[in-house]
């Protein structure tokens, strides 16, 4: 079984940054592509950024593309988030997704763990 925690939310003005964390336990990191999603009130959930195994990799929706950085350290069994230029459609509870097989992906059915969650706000 595979755990995940994500912090590091909160309200941010327009404009500004915030940097998600997301750690992993019950599995070898290193063997696991990791996404980020988000899901704003009243509509679905959408894929943010991906990145594989190895860190190498990485994928982005173009709605967060030269935004939102994605990486990871494996040593410390965590992915990261970083956001800039935040604005007022980033509102939304953005989750950590860990996928444990094949390869990185921006469907989120393909993941397998998912963590509760954290709750990003941007005021304009």
Same mark, same amino acid.
């Given at each position: 079984?595979?755990?995940?925690?994500?912090? /590091?939310?909160? &309200?941010?003005?327009?404009? #500004?940054?915030? +940097? &998600?964390?997301?750690?992993?336990?019950? +599995?070898? =990191?290193?063997?696991?592509?990791?996404?980020? =999603?988000?899901?704003?009130? /009243? !509509?679905?959930?959408?894929?943010?950024?991906?990145?594989?195994?190895? #860190? +190498? /990799?990485?994928? *982005?929706?173009?709605?967060? !593309? #030269? +935004? =939102?950085?994605?990486?990871?350290?494996?040593?410390?069994?965590?992915?990261?988030?970083?956001?800039?230029?935040?604005?007022?459609?980033?509102?939304? &509870? *953005?989750?950590?997704?860990?996928?444990?097989?094949? =390869?990185?992906?921006?469907?989120?059915?393909?993941?397998? *763990?998912? #963590?509760?969650?954290?709750?990003?706000?941007?005021?304009?």
């Amino acid at each position: 079984q595979v755990q995940l925690v994500e912090s /590091g939310g909160g &309200l941010v003005q327009a404009g #500004g940054s915030l +940097r &998600l964390s997301c750690t992993v336990s019950g +599995r070898t =990191f290193s063997t696991i592509n990791m996404g980020w =999603f988000r899901q704003a009130p /009243g !509509k679905e959930r959408e894929f943010v950024a991906t990145i594989n195994w190895s #860190g +190498r /990799g990485t994928d *982005y929706a173009d709605s967060v !593309k #030269g +935004r =939102f950085t994605i990486t990871r350290d494996n040593a410390k069994n965590t992915v990261w988030l970083q956001m800039i230029r935040l604005n007022s459609e980033d509102t939304a &509870l *953005y989750y950590c997704a860990a996928k444990t097989k094949g =390869f990185m992906s921006s469907t989120a059915s393909n993941y397998d *763990y998912w #963590g509760q969650g954290t709750q990003v706000t941007v005021s304009s």
